[in-house]
Each structure stands twice: as C-alpha cells, then as structure tokens.
C-alpha cells in the first residue's frame, strides 16, 4: 500500500507552481503513488465560490475577514478533499496552503502571525502538509511571467510582493509546524523539477531508481 503524503507547493504568483504541480503529480504517480491534486482557496464548490469572491471583489475587504475567508475555504478543502484522499493513502498535492495564510496576510498584511497559525490549526483540523516548497522568485521577474491579468491580491503594490517574498523565505528558516524547501525558481522548468524531487524524495519512504543530487 502506498503512504500518503501531503505536499505544497507556495510562492508568488507567476513563479510556476502550476507547472511544477502538474510535474509533481506526474512523477509521484509513475513511482506508484495514486495522486489528488488541488488548490487553495478551491476545489470544492464552496472553496471555488470564496476564490472568487477574494479574488475579484469590487468592494474592500477587511484585512481580518480576507484572512477567516480563505480560512473557511482551506476548512472545507481539508474536510471535503484532503482528509479523505489521506485516509485513503493517496498523496496530496496542493497550489498554496496555510503559510500563504500566513505571509500574506501576517508578513505583508500586518496580522498577527502566532494568530493566524492558531486560527489554521484549527481551519485544517491539525492536517498540515508533509513539505511545503516555496518557489522562490523576484517580484518584478514574477509579475513578468505572469502577463498583464492582476486579480486584486496581484494589484496590491510592489511593496506587498516584496514583502510576501521575505516572508515566505523568512519562514523558511524558522521554526513552522511542517518543513519548508526554498527553491530557486529562476531556472528551466526541468531544472525546477529535478529539484523538486530532490525535495520530495526523503519524505516517499522508499529508495528513488535514478534519484542523485541537483544542484
């Protein structure tokens, strides 16, 4: 039987989490991994409906309310999708989790960070990813893959990215209740994702055919 394992990929919009998801995903099922992927806010019809709300509201949203919403949304994905893909020994693998929460909100949003990691304990009902990567990208270069579409947490200024960035690597090299990988994401695709799973590899539990050091 396979061991679920539940991983994350993060970072800034543009950095190309849903190209290294997509590759993820594919390489894990090959080793014999069945696989469930998602997104954070979405997948389920309430996630998807909160997305867009945060996402493309006209109106402000209060800092404090933003964070509870997209809250809300990891709460019914955890419920609805992830409980049960891990219970049922698939691995996970998710666009953003909790510590998006938490860097974009606390970071560059100025919320209390120790709150926020309280309130997404009990959003996630204790599930926390096995490994969380951050592909890591400067704002400007990040913008640029991106193109010119901005949703509204896109339009929130350079200094907010910025700030984002530091968190997430900030983190990094603290003390969070699951492990982070910062990965440069400024090489090649195919470089991104041998690095990727030089990164997921310890956590499989098995021996990896053609596994060696990517630097």
């Known amino acids: 039987m396979s061991v679920s394992r539940f991983f994350v990929l993060e970072g800034l919009d543009g950095v190309g989490k849903s190209t290294q998801i997509d590759a993820l995903a594919q390489w894990l099922m090959e080793l014999g991994h069945p696989v469930v992927t998602c997104r954070d806010p979405g997948t389920t019809a309430t996630g998807e409906a909160i997305r867009d709300l945060l996402l493309h509201a006209t109106s402000p949203i209060d800092r404090q309310a933003e964070m509870l919403l997209y809250m809300a949304a990891r709460a019914q994905l955890v419920a609805e999708v992830v409980r049960p893909a891990l219970d049922a020994s698939k691995s996970v693998v998710c666009d953003r989790f909790l510590l998006s929460n938490v860097v974009y909100q606390g970071y560059a949003g100025g919320l209390d960070v120790g709150s926020i990691w309280q309130?997404?304990?009990?959003?996630?009902?204790?599930?926390?990813?096995?490994?969380s990567i951050v592909l890591d990208l400067p704002p400007a270069v990040a913008r640029d893959r991106r193109g010119p579409d901005r949703d509204r947490m896109e339009r929130q200024g350079a200094e907010f990215q910025e700030a984002v960035r530091r968190g997430f690597v900030e983190l990094a090299a603290q003390e969070a209740?699951?492990?982070i990988a910062v990965i440069d994401a400024a090489a090649p695709p195919d470089v991104v994702h041998a690095r990727v799973r030089q990164a997921v590899t310890?956590?499989?539990?098995?021996?990896?055919?053609?596994?060696?050091?990517?630097r």
């Open 119 to 131: 309130v997404g304990r009990l959003a996630t009902r204790g599930v926390m990813p096995d490994l």
């Open 202 to 214: 310890p956590y499989l539990g098995q021996a990896v055919p053609g596994q060696g050091v990517t």
């Open 177 to 179: 209740p699951f492990p």
